[in-house]
């Protein structure tokens, strides 16, 4: 394993000291490779994100091309009287 020397302020050293101290940590190392790995998940989570998104996108856009769309406006004016007709009515 490689070493690495970071320099922090004196508040962000007190705050890495006190993880460690109450026990959470056992060094200041294992707490930088805790936030480095919880980085390396949430930019995972991210790319996954992105990816999921592009494919509903290239799903939108094929739907799109084939012409099974609707009209904006009519699915509001739905929506709207379905929402118009529930109103006044008893909770099942």
Do not use: H
């Not at 060094?27 to 949430?42: G, P």
Request: proline letters at 3%; hydrophobic letters at 40%.
């Amino acid at each position: 394993m490689v070493s690495m020397n970071i320099s922090l302020p004196d508040p962000m050293r007190a705050f890495v000291q006190r993880r460690i101290d109450t026990g959470d940590y056992a060094s200041a190392s294992d707490y930088v490779r805790d936030l480095i790995r919880r980085d390396q998940a949430e930019d995972a989570d991210v790319d996954a994100w992105l990816q999921a998104l592009d494919q509903s996108i290239k799903r939108g856009l094929a739907d799109a091309d084939a012409g099974r769309v609707r009209d904006l406006d009519a699915v509001c004016g739905d929506l709207i009287a379905e929402l118009e007709q529930g109103v006044g009515r008893a909770p099942e």
